[in-house]
């Protein structure tokens, strides 16, 4: 393996979740979703919601299912100051639908191990 492979017996855990059952719906791939319901995920968030997981599909309808990886390596897109790598900071759901930024104080869910400035990208291990 070469650094930063991702490999083992089991490296994530995806659940198949779904959309909010009324509302307008834009769900991407990739983006950080907060859990609203029993597994009802929603990529509308607040500044400091908690990130539930990573959306793996896109959907644009009501109560569709939609596979969301809530264990593993996830990719997201941040806002703000870049987050902190450094063994304990993770992240948290910005105002901007689907992506993530740096905790105003705590640190947050999951644990970063790489940023990308230039990308505006966080990796983050749940």
Request: glycine share 12%; proline share 3%.
């Amino acid at each position: 393996m070469a650094y930063g492979d991702i490999g083992g017996a089991v490296t994530e855990l995806v659940i198949t979740c779904q959309s909010p059952s009324s509302g307008d719906v834009n769900i991407a791939k990739g983006d950080a979703v907060k859990l609203t319901g029993a597994y009802t995920v929603d990529n509308a968030t607040d500044a400091e919601d908690v990130v539930f997981g990573q959306a793996l599909a896109d959907t644009t309808e009501n109560s569709a299912a939609i596979p969301v990886k809530v264990r593993g390596i996830c990719i997201f897109a941040y806002t703000g100051t870049a987050p902190t790598v450094d063994g304990q900071a993770g992240v948290l759901a910005s105002d901007t639908d689907g992506k993530v930024k740096a905790p105003a104080s705590g640190n947050g869910v999951g644990r970063n191990v790489k940023v990308d400035t230039g990308a505006t990208k966080v990796h983050v291990l749940f």
